[in-house]
């Protein structure tokens, strides 16, 4: 390995301990001056976005292997590197990292500092998790940023922060233990065991022998982590409670960690051996289609709302796995990838600026909001075009995601392809109504008792620098979509290939006809 491949090599380690050591630092300091405080954890939410675009910037128009850049043997604890796979999502983490940061240093808390040094943690673990080659180290790494979660939903959420937290923490502890059991059993099936990366467990595993039970825990854990119905119930309360940083990184980046261990883990045998398990999982991506689409429509203040679509919106990336699970081809999971980096940078566009709602209205209650429009005309131009992005508005990243999967679904029944379709009408529905109900038509009686005693000043340079952030990291690979097709294709390839390998050869795959 020469100079500049060793460089590149450690750059993601690098960038995932510095938001960690950052926060410790903060943490150890408490009584550090809220200048100094400020400037360090700043550092920390901005390196790794300035390294991550390093590290991915060169791979356009290169053939992206299994492992790309790896730190085998380094000195970090785990191995680091990226794929095509991971280098899109650890790229999205660091944008919406840096996001939900700059939305913390100009929030005014109790104990900053910690609080700072908690979000800078959970930061740096779900960098880790897409940015370590070592199966059992993205699991540590996705624990480790759930501790600072539950902690800040705990100490620093809003109404019902308590048993929020705790039914969030229940949920996911159980899950990730669910999916490490299933995971385990995978792994004893694999040439190079417990310490295999990624890319080995892959390249080594024989199908063929894993338990019937291996599959169906991986696929139950890491459908927990990703909100999968009827296992969705933990998000939309957690989402809710938490402070808008956390809500930002969790629902926008973390959350991926289960849709990345469907791909890696589980994607290979559900039109294979164990089959069976397809039928469940279209069933459950359709609810999570459909029945919380439905939710939404019922959802009469502004947080909740949001935070149920987000559950929502994994519909679209579950069906999308399923086609590649079912059919072998690469397009399903393509899509699905692509629409999992849209979906992180307008669901954390969308938190950010309802919180801006919030701090100048005094509610997120939509019956009692209106004509912000006219007292916040920036907020309202932002949030219009983060709702744009977020139902798929030509031009923004989530557009190819979703047309990509409805574009996979095509060799499947009329019914699938109409449910899927009715998404973009359900979502549209309850995300234009939000809006008009928010920043059209007249005050409500109780915004106008709250104007006329503190008038509404516009959004700020820091949450507009933040949200700008986002919605233009969207544009780009909505009018870019090579920037993540070039890095993804080859991957997507490879993962589809290993997938038709295991479906069954005197049979069609199945289909939902």
Wanted: aromatic share 10%; charged share 10%.
């Amino acid at each position: 390995m020469d100079s500049l491949d060793f460089l590149h090599a450690n750059l993601a380690a690098v960038a995932v301990y510095t938001p960690i050591l950052a926060g410790l630092v903060l943490l150890a300091g408490r009584r550090l001056p809220a200048g100094f405080a400020s400037g360090f954890a700043f550092a920390g939410f901005v390196l790794p976005l300035l390294l991550g675009v390093w590290l991915v910037a060169p791979w356009p128009g290169q053939k992206i292997a299994y492992q790309q850049l790896t730190s085998s043997g380094s000195p970090w604890g785990f191995d680091f590197g990226l794929n095509g796979l991971s280098a899109p999502l650890f790229l999205m983490t660091a944008v919406v990292g840096l996001a939900a940061g700059i939305k913390a240093l100009v929030q005014e808390v109790e104990r900053r500092n910690t609080y700072l040094g908690l979000l800078l943690f959970m930061f740096g673990g779900t960098l880790g998790t897409f940015g370590t080659t070592s199966v059992l180290g993205a699991y540590f790494f996705h624990e480790f940023a759930l501790i600072p979660t539950f902690l800040l939903t705990l100490f620093w959420g809003g109404a019902g922060r308590r048993p929020a937290a705790m039914q969030m923490a229940i949920y996911l502890t159980v899950g990730a233990m669910v999916s490490l059991a299933g995971l385990l059993l995978v792994l004893g099936a694999a040439k190079t065991g417990y310490t295999s990366t990624w890319s080995e467990l892959l390249n080594t595993i024989d199908l063929r022998v894993v338990p019937a039970a291996a599959v169906g825990l991986t696929l139950f854990g890491f459908g927990v982590l990703a909100s999968l119905f009827p296992f969705h119930s933990w998000a939309a309360p957690g989402y809710t409670a938490a402070p808008t940083p956390a809500s930002m990184l969790h629902a926008g980046a973390l959350k991926k960690f289960g849709l990345y261990g469907i791909i890696l883990v589980t994607l290979n045998t559900l039109g294979g051996a164990h089959g069976a398990l397809a039928d469940w999982f279209l069933a459950a991506a359709l609810a999570n289609v459909v029945l919380v689409g439905l939710i939404c429509l019922a959802q009469r203040d502004l947080k909740e709302l949001l935070s149920w679509s987000s559950v929502a919106h994994m519909g679209p990336i579950f069906l999308g796995l399923w086609v590649t699970g079912v059919t072998g081809r690469p397009d399903g999971v393509a899509a699905a990838l692509f629409l999992m980096v849209a979906h992180g940078l307008s669901c954390a566009a969308l938190f950010l600026l309802a919180n801006g709602v919030r701090a100048r209205a005094g509610t997120y209650r939509l019956d009692e909001l209106g004509g912000l429009a006219k007292q916040a005309p920036v907020l309202a131009a932002l949030f219009v075009a983060a709702t744009m992005a977020s139902i798929g508005l030509p031009g923004f990243g989530n557009f190819w995601g979703e047309i990509g999967v409805f574009l996979a679904l095509r060799d499947q029944s009329l019914w699938l392809q109409a449910a899927v379709a009715s998404t973009v009408v359900i979502s549209a529905v309850y995300a234009l109504r939000a809006v008009a109900a928010t920043f059209y038509g007249e005050p409500t009686a109780a915004l106008q008792q709250r104007l006329a005693v503190a008038p509404v000043a516009d959004l700020g340079w820091a949450e507009r620098v933040a949200a700008l952030l986002l919605l233009g990291a969207s544009l780009l690979i909505g009018f870019q979509p090579g920037l993540v097709t070039s890095q993804t294709q080859d991957y997507c390839k490879d993962i589809a290939k290993n997938v038709a390998e295991t479906l069954p050869a005197a049979a069609p795959a199945p289909s939902a006809r």
